[in-house]
């Protein structure tokens, strides 16, 4: 839970005024904020896109004579995703840089996945160039972004080939991959929708939940043919090549053609017994 902090207090603290919030705990008979609290208190308002809050916490970590750690600045960067700020996210990455903090794959996901949230494919590219250029790793989270900026702008193909390659990286794919494949499916002109019940049936032969993209392909082939896709999966009766036709010459033909004959005396028109499939089912 948030600390319970005045308004009056978080202006003054805006401002840099008044008590720090460390002197107002121990003024109120609390025990004293560690950063380990600061972290927490930072991370609840992360998670609730609370920014103005947690600039101020961070604010006053600083003059409780803390320094700020690149955990408290990822919490900062991904609270600034949440409100779309990706400018004040950069920000927050130069003045992580500014004050000695190295910054790792978690600061660098963060900033790419303010600029996807936006659309701003170039800018996500150019941050993507950048944390390859310092000699930081991407990871699953990385690639998994890079799909879904794809997949706002319909590009199947590519994410089919990132796809391909992300096994051989060491990531094996996952539900958000084949999440994203979908929706680009439905963002494509025309839609692919054969493409993505294909994508969905791969994902269930793989293992993963296909209820985790239900909602996706809802999207782009109905929600009723959803529903039937979705129930298929759960019985496993996949999409595939249909069983080859008896052939000619086999036991299977020789018998039938042995009951055409014994039946041939009571003047049964043999169209009735020759390929029918419950006979064939039957013998």
Same mark, same amino acid.
């Given at each position: 839970?948030?600390?319970?902090?005045?308004?009056? %207090?978080?202006?003054?603290?805006?401002?840099?005024?008044?008590? =720090?919030?460390?002197?107002?705990?121990?003024? @109120?008979?609390?025990?004293?904020?560690?950063?380990?609290?600061?972290?927490?208190?930072?991370?609840?308002?992360?998670?609730?896109?609370?920014?103005?809050?947690?600039? $101020?916490?961070?604010?006053?970590?600083?003059? @409780?004579?803390?320094?700020?750690?690149?955990?408290?600045?990822?919490?900062?960067?991904? @609270?600034?995703?949440?409100?779309?700020?990706?400018?004040?996210?950069?920000?927050?990455?130069?003045?992580?840089?500014?004050?000695?903090?190295?910054?790792?794959?978690?600061?660098?996901?963060?900033?790419?996945?303010?600029? %996807? $949230?936006?659309?701003?494919?170039?800018?996500?590219?150019?941050?993507?160039?950048?944390?390859?250029?310092?000699?930081?790793?991407?990871?699953?989270?990385?690639?998994?972004?890079?799909?879904?900026?794809?997949?706002?702008?319909?590009?199947?193909?590519?994410?089919?080939?990132?796809?391909?390659?992300?096994?051989?990286?060491?990531?094996?794919?996952?539900?958000?991959?084949?999440?994203?494949? $979908?929706?680009?499916?439905?963002?494509?002109?025309?839609?692919?929708?054969?493409?993505?019940?294909?994508?969905?049936?791969?994902?269930?032969?793989?293992?993963?939940?296909?209820?985790?993209? =239900?909602?996706?392909?809802?999207?782009?082939?109905?929600?009723?043919?959803?529903?039937?896709?979705?129930?298929?999966?759960?019985?496993?009766?996949?999409?595939?090549?249909?069983? %080859?036709? =008896?052939?000619?010459?086999?036991?299977?033909?020789?018998?039938?053609?042995?009951?055409?004959?014994?039946?041939?005396?009571?003047?049964?028109?043999?169209?009735?017994?020759?390929?029918?499939?419950?006979?064939?089912?039957?013998?």
């Amino acid at each position: 839970q948030l600390f319970p902090i005045p308004t009056f %207090a978080m202006e003054n603290w805006e401002m840099g005024r008044g008590p =720090t919030l460390s002197e107002v705990i121990v003024d @109120a008979g609390l025990p004293s904020i560690s950063r380990t609290s600061y972290q927490q208190q930072i991370k609840v308002c992360s998670h609730d896109g609370n920014l103005r809050r947690a600039e $101020i916490l961070l604010r006053e970590m600083k003059r @409780a004579g803390l320094v700020p750690t690149h955990v408290e600045f990822n919490r900062l960067i991904h @609270a600034c995703t949440r409100v779309g700020d990706t400018k004040r996210a950069e920000v927050y990455f130069k003045m992580m840089e500014e004050c000695g903090v190295i910054p790792d794959h978690v600061s660098y996901n963060s900033v790419i996945h303010a600029c %996807a $949230i936006r659309g701003d494919d170039q800018r996500a590219l150019e941050w993507f160039a950048r944390m390859k250029m310092q000699g930081v790793s991407p990871n699953a989270v990385t690639y998994g972004t890079f799909c879904k900026l794809l997949a706002r702008s319909g590009q199947v193909d590519e994410i089919e080939n990132l796809m391909k390659l992300l096994p051989d990286l060491g990531f094996p794919l996952n539900e958000y991959h084949f999440a994203s494949l $979908i929706s680009a499916c439905g963002a494509k002109d025309p839609p692919d929708k054969n493409k993505a019940e294909e994508a969905f049936f791969t994902l269930a032969r793989m293992g993963l939940r296909p209820s985790s993209v =239900t909602r996706c392909l809802a999207k782009v082939v109905g929600s009723e043919r959803a529903a039937f896709l979705a129930r298929r999966a759960a019985r496993k009766t996949f999409p595939g090549p249909k069983p %080859a036709r =008896t052939a000619p010459g086999s036991k299977v033909d020789k018998a039938i053609q042995a009951h055409v004959q014994k039946f041939a005396a009571y003047d049964v028109p043999s169209s009735m017994f020759h390929g029918t499939p419950s006979w064939r089912m039957q013998l």
